[in-house]
């Protein structure tokens, strides 16, 4: 049985989709009554949860069993993404262009790692042991080895970058370039980790804010004009766009269907890729990062 996590930023909960009858089972709450927290990305430890809270500068941990926080901890302002590797977080901190090394078991934050200006997500790629950062504020992307002596490489690439994901081989960065704030469209580039170039750009919709990789197909989520953009890595171009209304956020793919999050309508959006049916059920406020187990 395969479930969804869900971080509701504004309405500072989780919400748990249990996939086989799309519905939500749970709303694990992270507030505890006196500010806001703000759950904006989400990764898995272990038997756990870890959310990168935008709020309240933190991150929470999550007992999925009983379906409570148990632990949050302050790591730096404005917390957008996390991702572990063995007993360590890595979280990136938005107003602090740097990434913060938090050592989970000893409780406590161990490193900082600069980064390019206003870094939004973070993501790391066994086969070659490194993270990629993408850095909104100028237009970069910042390359790290794993290991207190690893390398830092910033790379350029298109406007208001939000999000960067390896292939599955490592052998490629793709980037989800947003162009946040211009009536231009936004376009996915596809970088070589071997020169770390820019070859080939296509363009999607207005706004792209998240995508998800499935083999040689990158679906991508336009927040600006409520369409999904399917684009083949191979063949370097956009196949199919798709209208779901709303402002579509997160995106993530199981077996033949899509699952969309609608920043606007609240809710969460199932897709059926081969009959093309939409299915949505209420959530909490503004869902973002979405995690399947």
Same mark, same amino acid.
């Given at each position: ?97 740097? #990434? ?7 409780? $406590? +934050?161990?490193?900082? /790692?600069?980064? %390019? =200006?206003? &870094? ?67 376009? #996915? ?7 770390? $170039? +820019?070859?080939?750009? /296509?363009?999607? %919709? =207005?706004? &792209? ?85």
């Amino acid at each position: 049985m395969s479930h969804l996590f869900i971080c509701n930023t504004s309405s500072d909960c989780i919400s748990r989709i249990n996939l086989s009858t799309f519905k939500e089972e749970n709303k694990i709450t992270l507030n505890n009554g006196y500010h806001k927290i703000g759950p904006h990305g989400i990764c898995r430890y272990k038997d756990n949860l870890i959310t990168a809270n935008s709020y309240s500068n933190s991150i929470s941990i999550i007992d999925t069993t009983k379906n409570i926080e148990i632990q949050n901890c302050f790591i730096g302002m404005h917390c957008n993404d996390v991702v572990t590797v063995e007993d360590y977080a890595y979280i990136v901190c938005g107003e602090l262009n740097n #990434i913060v090394v938090f050592d989970i078991v000893q409780n $406590k +934050v161990v490193e900082e /790692i600069p980064c %390019g =200006n206003l &870094p939004h997500n973070i993501q790391f790629n066994e086969k070659n042991n490194l993270f990629v950062v993408s850095n909104m504020g100028n237009d970069t992307l910042t390359l790290i080895s794993a290991g207190k002596k690893g390398y830092i490489k910033n790379i350029k690439v298109g406007p208001y970058p939000i999000k960067a994901l390896f292939t599955r081989d490592g052998e490629y960065i793709v980037v989800c370039e947003s162009n946040l704030g211009s009536d231009q469209k936004g376009s #996915i580039s596809i970088l070589s980790t071997k020169n770390l $170039k +820019v070859l080939y750009r /296509i363009s999607v %919709g =207005n706004s &792209p804010v998240d995508m998800v990789i499935d083999d040689n197909v990158c679906y991508v989520s336009n927040f600006g004009d409520g369409t999904l953009s399917f684009v083949d890595i191979n063949y370097y171009e956009e196949t199919n766009r798709i209208r779901i209304g709303g402002m579509p956020r997160g995106i993530v793919k199981e077996e033949n269907e899509l699952y969309v999050g609608d920043n606007y309508n609240n809710i969460l959006i199932k897709i059926d890729l081969e009959s093309g049916n939409k299915k949505n059920i209420p959530i909490g406020g503004e869902p973002t990062g979405m995690l399947l187990i």
